[in-house]
């Protein structure tokens, strides 16, 4: 088993800056490839980026490429994405989650998922 807590959501105004983080417990976490996925109010959960479990690739999803950066720290047992030239329509609960193997783009490969963090982008 793996847990996974997500921090660092809030509200911010468009153009800000946030940074999320992603606390991991139990198995060993560098085993674990991590994503980051959005749910906004009535739509479906979707990819927002990914890292592989040495952090030698990651991927994003066109909407954020250029303006989110997703990193881990595997001493600590933390992925993170940092969030800059945020957008209303990032307004959304962001998830993490961890995956043993699989497209790291496909939400049905991921074994364990945290509870959510809501980002709140105002115009």
């Known amino acids: 088993q793996v847990q996974l807590v997500e921090s660092g959501g809030g509200l911010v105004q468009a153009g800000g800056s946030l940074r999320l983080s992603c606390a991991a417990s139990?198995?060993?976490?560098?085993?674990?490839?991590m994503g980051w996925f959005r749910q906004a109010p009535g739509k479906e959960r979707e990819f927002v980026a990914a890292i592989t479990w040495s952090g030698g690739s990651t991927y994003y999803a066109d909407s954020v490429k250029g303006r989110f950066t997703i990193s881990r720290d595997n001493a600590k047992s933390t992925v993170y994405l940092q969030m800059n030239s945020l957008k209303p329509e990032d307004t959304a609960v962001y998830y993490c989650a961890a995956a043993l193997s699989g497209s790291p783009r496909r939400m049905e490969e991921y074994d364990y998922w945290g509870q959510g963090t809501q980002v709140t982008v105002s115009s």
């Open positions: 139990g198995r060993t976490f560098s085993s674990y490839a």
